[in-house]
């Protein structure tokens, strides 16, 4: 009994040891992880990156585009809308300039010979084009595969509902005959407050107010950074068995959403009707139950899931990169040509 129990004791004592050295060099090499990414030099390997990802996304480095002046303007019924002309917007992966018009993303000039009826890209900040030029996006790649003009009307962190008020606003209804609308995750929030008009007067606040502050991660001080690193040092591991016992996909699953984004499109039916409208998603690592096909109770309505790889995502940011935009538009000028699916039932 007693050696069973010296045993336990030194195992003890062993794994207090293995725990004072984990956390005496975890923080370091996270903060000149950290550090690094400040001078714009991204890690490959997935542990240091994901300390410079909790950085990026976590501790307030990362620009934001529709925090920069520059670069919107305030409206009553969307909140902000583009500013028109050109912003400037960089973050660790990219540097970058942004047009817009009225119109929406500035795109390619089309030629002479070309079909005047166009498609209207819908979406937040993945369809806009955050981290790549104008002729970079996947709806200048699209008009540029099919010779039809592609009116990019996509906005950062816009939901469903916002970007088919823009859609309205916009006066390009009657130009097009296709409506893609890009779904992400954080649709959901903005989708299920449809109704509710002080939730969107607490966000456009809310909005109003960290415009205002526009904290950065220049006024964290070294012993709150010293901390968020003891902080991540412990949580790493708790998400790292999260992870394994659940994937990222079976932890997003579409049905709640679907629920609360049929009622935005037939709110908007009037507007929409008479369209083609796609809905898709590049969410990573995107949604395990995503339908495909036309939609059973809104047969103008398709769905389709299409499948990107890591190599289309910039490695910090998330966002797509050059190269995922031009494979994401040559994917949706494939679909285009292709007959419709069948029906494939909701979620």
Same mark, same amino acid.
């Given at each position: 009994?007693?050696?069973?129990?010296?045993?336990?004791?030194? +195992?003890?004592?062993?794994?207090?040891?293995?725990?004072?050295?984990?956390?005496?060099?975890?923080p370091?090499?996270?903060v000149?992880?950290?550090?690094?990414?400040?001078? +714009?030099?991204?890690?490959?390997? @997935?542990?240091l990156?994901?300390?410079?990802?909790?950085?990026?996304?976590?501790?307030g480095?990362?620009k934001?585009?529709?925090?920069q @002046?520059?670069?919107?303007r305030?409206?009553?019924?969307?909140?902000?809308?583009?500013?028109?002309g050109?912003?400037?917007?960089?973050?660790?992966?990219?540097?970058?300039?942004?047009?817009?018009?009225?119109? +929406?993303?500035?795109?390619?000039?089309?030629? &002479?010979?070309?079909?005047?009826?166009?498609?209207?890209?819908?979406?937040?900040?993945?369809?806009?084009?955050? +981290?790549?030029?104008?002729?970079?996006?996947f709806a200048?790649?699209?008009?540029?595969?099919? &010779?039809?003009?592609?009116?990019?009307?996509?906005?950062?962190?816009?939901?469903?509902?916002?970007?088919?008020?823009?859609?309205?606003?916009?006066?390009?209804?009657? @130009?097009?005959?296709?409506?893609?609308?890009?779904?992400?995750?954080?649709?959901?929030?903005?989708?299920?407050?449809?109704?509710?008009?002080?939730?969107?007067?607490?966000?456009?606040?809310?909005?109003?107010?960290?415009?205002?502050?526009?904290?950065?991660?220049?006024?964290?001080?070294?012993?709150?950074?010293?901390?968020?690193?003891?902080?991540?040092?412990?949580? @790493?591991?708790?998400?790292?068995?999260?992870?394994?016992?659940?994937p990222?996909a &079976?932890?997003?699953?579409?049905a709640?959403?679907?629920?609360?984004?049929?009622?935005?499109?037939?709110?908007?039916?009037?507007?929409?009707?008479? &369209?083609?409208?796609?809905?898709?998603?590049?969410d990573?690592?995107?949604?395990?139950?995503?339908?495909?096909?036309?939609?059973?109770?809104?047969?103008?309505?398709?769905?389709?899931?299409?499948?990107?790889?890591?190599?289309?995502?910039?490695?910090?940011?998330?966002?797509?990169?050059?190269?995922?935009?031009?494979?994401?538009?040559?994917l949706?000028?494939?679909?285009?040509?292709e007959?419709?699916?069948?029906?494939?039932?909701?979620?």
């Amino acid at each position: 009994m007693s050696r069973t129990r010296s045993l336990i004791i030194t +195992g003890c004592g062993y794994v207090l040891i293995a725990g004072i050295l984990y956390l005496s060099v975890f923080p370091g090499v996270y903060v000149v992880s950290s550090l690094l990414l400040t001078k +714009g030099i991204v890690l490959r390997p @997935k542990l240091l990156r994901d300390f410079q990802m909790d950085f990026y996304n976590d501790r307030g480095y990362r620009k934001i585009w529709q925090m920069q @002046k520059d670069c919107i303007r305030a409206d009553d019924r969307l909140i902000y809308i583009p500013r028109l002309g050109s912003c400037h917007f960089t973050n660790a992966e990219f540097d970058t300039t942004l047009h817009f018009d009225h119109e +929406g993303r500035v795109r390619n000039s089309m030629p &002479k010979q070309h079909s005047e009826i166009g498609i209207a890209v819908l979406g937040d900040s993945y369809a806009m084009g955050w +981290g790549v030029n104008d002729r970079e996006t996947f709806a200048n790649v699209l008009q540029e595969e099919l &010779k039809r003009p592609v009116y990019n009307l996509a906005v950062s962190s816009y939901g469903t509902v916002r970007e088919l008020l823009r859609l309205q606003q916009s006066g390009l209804i009657d @130009k097009v005959d296709t409506i893609f609308v890009q779904y992400a995750a954080n649709d959901l929030m903005e989708n299920a407050a449809v109704d509710q008009e002080d939730k969107f007067l607490q966000a456009k606040a809310l909005f109003q107010e960290t415009l205002n502050r526009e904290r950065s991660s220049s006024d964290h001080s070294m012993l709150e950074s010293v901390h968020r690193a003891v902080s991540f040092a412990i949580e @790493k591991p708790i998400r790292n068995l999260r992870d394994l016992l659940i994937p990222a996909a &079976k932890r997003n699953q579409f049905a709640s959403h679907y629920q609360d984004l049929m009622p935005v499109l037939k709110r908007f039916a009037p507007l929409i009707e008479r &369209k083609r409208v796609v809905v898709f998603s590049v969410d990573e690592p995107g949604f395990e139950d995503f339908p495909c096909g036309k939609d059973k109770t809104m047969s103008h309505i398709e769905f389709v899931d299409l499948k990107l790889g890591v190599e289309d995502y910039y490695l910090i940011d998330s966002h797509l990169n050059a190269a995922g935009h031009a494979n994401l538009g040559h994917l949706l000028a494939a679909y285009l040509s292709e007959p419709v699916h069948a029906e494939c039932g909701s979620p």
